[in-house]
Every structure is written in structure tokens, then in C-alpha cells.
């Protein structure tokens, strides 16, 4: 359970509903923080986080930031997101500056989150987006983003219409993907689409770890991926849950 924060509406439909204030002052900023590799901050962001009052995000993505400023740090995880999200907002209702930290940027698949942060609060939410894993990927794998299907499985909710984008657009377009842990992991996703007809020869890169000192990838076709296909948990993957995909046309 999470607080209930899964019932009603979807939060990235929150976070999407209208475009940004103007020239809002009283923001609470959300900012991307990088793919974990602090080099990938930019200054922009950096200053949002330094100023701040009180900043919330996830443990493992505050901690990457707790040596960059001085403020208070309310971390989180699925379970306790919403009691979490709670004292946030009475502390931004309180006076104090905020900022939420998603990794990557929030653009992607931090976009939940910040519908998240928007529902809980009173002020208006700036996004400072950030470098991704993704945006690395597309570099590591020479994908350019005009000429790929960019498809995030990493969110909670129904994942379907993402999939049957990536069925439509398989060996027409480059597709970049950012698996989910631990249900759609690389060889679900190429087992998937095998499944819809896409050539198993098809080069795949699984890139890990992007960044990082232990960054590495697997080079591979469509078809050998699939084999790794099946399974839920940890033990049924030879890949890290900070994976990208990418599906490159013949």
C-alpha cells in the first residue's frame, strides 16, 4: 500500500494539465536530478536544491543531494510517500522554500511524482528538467531522438497502450525504453515484442548503470534478449533495475 496515493486519477494526468504559470515566484520546484552521476546536475537545478528550505524525493535520490545543501530532507518511499508529501506541503504552506528531486529528468518517468507533489501542494510546481539515463542511452546507442519511439514502463498503472507503441513502431523507428522492475525487464519486453512479429535479428543494446562507474552494456540481438524473458523478481533478470533499452532498426 502507498498511502492511497494509487486511487483516482492518474498523477502524471495531474502533472499534464495545464503548462506552467508565468514568472510564478512562490514555485516549488521540481528538479531533475541526473541518472546518479552528480557530474549530470546542472547548475540551474543545483541552486534550486541549495536554496531550499525543505526538500523531499525518495531516499535513495535525496541522498545522492543531502551534501548539496543545508535544507531539511524529508525522505520517502511508495509506502509512506503520501504521509511524507503531507508534511512537504505543510511546510511549503508554512513559508518555506521546496523542492522535490526525481532522478533523471522529471519529464519521464519522475512525471508521476511530480503530479504527486502538485496535488499536494497549494503553489505552483516549476519543473528544472535534468539529464536522463535516456538521454545518455540515445548517445551510447547513436539513436537520434527524431528517429525514435521513446516508450517509459516504469510507473505504476496500466502499461499496455505503451507496449502496443512499441509493437507498432519496432524495426520502423529506434525504440528507447526504460523497463519496469522487475514484471517488464529487457527480455519481457523483447519476448513481447517477438511475439507481435519484430525480426529477431534486430540489434538491441541493454545499457546498465548509465554514468556510473560499473556502466555497461550488453550488445545483443531481439532475439537472443527474448530468452531472458519471464519472471518477476530479481533472480529472473541477468540486468539491473537501472537498465535502458534500445531496440535499433536493421
Do not use: W
Amino acid at each position: 500500500m502507498s498511502d492511497g496515493l494509487d486511487a483516482g486519477p492518474d498523477p502524471a494526468t495531474i502533472a499534464a494539465a495545464d503548462p506552467e504559470l508565468p514568472n510564478a515566484t512562490d514555485s516549488v520546484h521540481a528538479v531533475g536530478i541526473g541518472p546518479g552521476n552528480l557530474e549530470y546536475l546542472t547548475p540551474r537545478g543545483e541552486r534550486a536544491i541549495r536554496e531550499a528550505d525543505v526538500v523531499i524525493g525518495f531516499e535513495t535520490v535525496v541522498n545522492f543531494v543531502a551534501d548539496r545543501t543545508d535544507a531539511d530532507l524529508l525522505t520517502c518511499g511508495y509506502r509512506d510517500e503520501g504521509a511524507t508529501l503531507t508534511t512537504f506541503a505543510e511546510r511549503v504552506a508554512d513559508g518555506d522554500t521546496g523542492t522535490a528531486v526525481l532522478m533523471g529528468d522529471p519529464n519521464h518517468s519522475g512525471y508521476q511524482f511530480v503530479g504527486k507533489v502538485q496535488a499536494a501542494i497549494e503553489s505552483p510546481v516549476r519543473v528544472i528538467p535534468g539529464i536522463s539515463s535516456l538521454q545518455v542511452a540515445a548517445s551510447r546507442a547513436r539513436t537520434p531522438m527524431e528517429e525514435t519511439e521513446f516508450v517509459t514502463l516504469h510507473k505504476s498503472g496500466d502499461i499496455e497502450p505503451d507496449c502496443r507503441r512499441l509493437r507498432a513502431n519496432v524495426g520502423e523507428r529506434h525504440l528507447l525504453v526504460l523497463p519496469r522492475p522487475y514484471d517488464m525487464m529487457p527480455g519481457d519486453i523483447a519476448a513481447d515484442l517477438l511475439d507481435a512479429g519484430a525480426p529477431p535479428s534486430l540489434p538491441a543494446l541493454v545499457l546498465e548503470r548509465l554514468t556510473h562507474d560499473d556502466e555497461a552494456t550488453t550488445r545483443t540481438t531481439l532475439g537472443e534478449l527474448g530468452t531472458y524473458g519471464g519472471g518477476s523478481e530479481t533472480d529472473d533478470t541477468p540486468f539491473s533495475d537501472l537498465s535502458v533499452l534500445a531496440v535499433r532498426t536493421e
